[in-house]
């Protein structure tokens, strides 16, 4: 009887780690749905290229130390609008930026749970 015990407690055990570990791994934080939404950006620039980042400033730090991170090694300038390609991050359901793009061609824009990000290049 211990034995059927045993083997009853070990079964559910290693039944409630495999559902935590099924919940660890498929959950998802701002930095790879950055990276899900970045990843067009990517595909499209050569290394050590320079891209400015526009974001709101509530959380413009935390977005622009993800997008180095996810960008590298293109380099990513603070607030630089001088440069020739733009990225412009807002968060969904928060204030949207001041950013016009009147003087800027929007190459791509890509949309997810939690972004929304816009590739820019200067008008010819």
């Not at 559910?12 to 559902?19: A, G, S």
């Not at 996810?70 to 949207?96: F, G, Q």
């Amino acid at each position: 009887m211990k034995k059927v015990y045993l083997i009853i407690s070990l079964t559910v055990t290693l039944i409630f780690l495999f559902i935590f570990l099924l919940k660890f791994i498929s959950s998802r934080n701002s930095v790879d749905n950055l990276d899900q939404s970045l990843s067009f950006v990517k595909n499209k620039l050569t290394n050590h290229s320079k891209i400015s980042l526009i974001a709101t400033e509530n959380d413009y730090l935390e977005l622009y130390y993800q997008a180095q991170f996810i960008l590298a090694p293109n380099i990513v300038e603070k607030k630089e609008i001088d440069n020739d390609t733009i990225i412009v991050i807002e968060r969904h359901n928060m204030k949207k930026t001041e950013f016009t793009f009147s003087n800027y061609m929007i190459i791509q824009s890509d949309s997810n749970s939690m972004f929304n990000v816009t590739f820019c290049s200067k008008k010819p």
